[in-house]
Structures are given as structure tokens and as C-alpha cells.
T-cell receptor, first 114, second 113 residues
């Protein structure tokens, strides 16, 4: 069964450093998403991406965040200058269409900001 | 601002019995609801959905019930199996577009053999 993959599984960084979280969506999917889950809290939508541009973003997704699809397979989330409160699990998801019930999630990257 | 609430952080059920997971929401504009299951070290997996035009949707052992007037939905798992032990998230949206889903905090279900 096709799956979404994410690397690394765990990233530790110092506050103020830049991090790039990587995702490889399912190959024929067209919509891509990033979510995060702070430990013990709910899953929160960050951004959606379609046709090489952001289609929706939440208020969490401020200027410190950016997304990119640098080639035909990877979908990346960059945090320019990490803060302690960016520590969370970051999930990538992809869908063929926009329907939420067709979303496939990756296993997540645990980001720890020290 | 908890638009989607799952008031039971955890639930334990005996194998073979029914598991009932509850979810309440506050936004009357929500029209589409999903349940996800999440195992440790994995991402959420879509389980079952329901739109507001229905009050029940069934898929095998999983049934979701929607009571729009009460702004309440529930997930029934019958019979419960040990492999169902996971965290279950309820999510709601004003449409079926993934970017608009608001997730609840989750309920950890433990099915005891």
C-alpha cells in the first residue's frame, strides 16, 4: 500500500536555528498538508499546498514558516528561526483530491527545540 | 477555543464489548465530521466520516452517529478488539476540505483482552 514518508523521525535543534522537515507524499497525490501536534494537545492544521502554491494557511503558519515542493517528489516545511514553542510532532499528509477523508498521513517528525 | 471537544481523555473496554467514543462541537456551521485513529509512532489514519445530511454511517465494526441538534457525535466499535487500542481523534469542518478540519484532543482507547 502506498504511504507518505517523513524524514527525519526526530530532529533536535537549538533555538534560533533553521530546520527543514521533509515529506514524500504519495506519488499521484496533488494536495499536500502540514499539521502539528504539540505534546498532549490536539492536531492543528498549518498549511495546504496545491499546484505549487499555498492554498490555505492557519494563523499558526506565520512568516517563520515556509513550504516548498522543490522537485516532483519532496514536500518540505521550513522553520526559519525555531522557538521553544515549535517543539511538536509535525505530520505531513497528502490527498488525490481535496477531500479530508482521503488524506493519508505520514508517521510524523518529532521536533525538539532546546 | 475548543470548537471540538472529546471530554474523555481515556477509555478502557473489555475485548468483545462495545466501545463508545464521544465528541461534542460548538460551531453549528460544521457540516462534515471524521474520525481518525492513531497508533504510537504513526500518523493519524482516517477511519470513518459522516456528513450532516445523515445521522448514521456504518463501516464494518465502526458506526458513527451524528446528533446535529445536540452538536454531538459518537463512534461505536462493536465488537472491540485489542488491535483497536489507539488514540481516536474526532475532526469537524464546514466542508470536506482537509485544510479546514478542526481536531479534538483525542481519546485513548484501551481494549483489554
Amino acid at each position: 500500500e502506498p504511504e507518505v514518508t517523513q524524514t527525519p523521525s526526530h530532529q533536535v535543534t537549538q533555538m534560533g536555528q533553521e530546520v527543514i522537515l521533509r515529506c514524500v507524499p504519495i506519488s499521484n497525490h496533488l494536495y499536500f498538508y502540514w499539521y502539528r501536534q504539540i505534546l498532549g494537545q490536539k492536531v492543528e492544521f498549518l498549511v495546504s499546498f496545491y499546484n505549487n502554491e499555498i492554498s490555505e494557511k492557519s494563523e499558526i503558519f506565520d512568516d517563520q514558516f515556509s513550504v516548498e515542493r522543490p522537485d516532483g517528489s519532496n514536500f518540505t516545511l521550513k522553520i526559519r528561526s525555531t522557538k521553544l514553542e515549535d517543539s511538536a510532532m509535525y505530520f505531513c499528509a497528502s490527498t488525490v483530491g481535496r477531500g479530508g477523508d482521503t488524506q493519508y498521513f505520514g508517521p510524523g517528525t518529532r521536533l525538539t527545540v532546546l | 477555543d475548543q470548537q471540538v471537544k472529546q471530554n474523555s481523555p481515556s477509555l478502557s473496554v473489555q475485548e468483545g464489548r462495545i466501545s463508545i467514543l464521544n465528541c461534542d462541537y460548538t460551531n453549528s456551521m460544521f457540516d462534515y465530521f471524521l474520525w481518525y485513529k492513531k497508533y504510537p509512532a504513526e500518523g493519524p489514519t482516517f477511519l470513518i466520516s459522516i456528513s450532516s445530511i445523515k445521522d448514521k454511517n456504518e463501516d464494518g465494526r465502526f458506526t458513527v452517529f451524528l446528533n446535529k441538534s445536540a452538536k454531538h457525535l459518537s463512534l461505536h466499535i462493536v465488537p472491540s478488539q485489542p488491535g483497536d487500542s489507539a488514540v481516536y481523534f474526532c475532526a469537524a469542518s464546514t466542508d470536506n476540505y482537509g485544510q479546514n478540519f478542526v481536531f479534538g484532543p483525542g481519546t485513548r482507547l484501551s481494549v483489554l483482552p
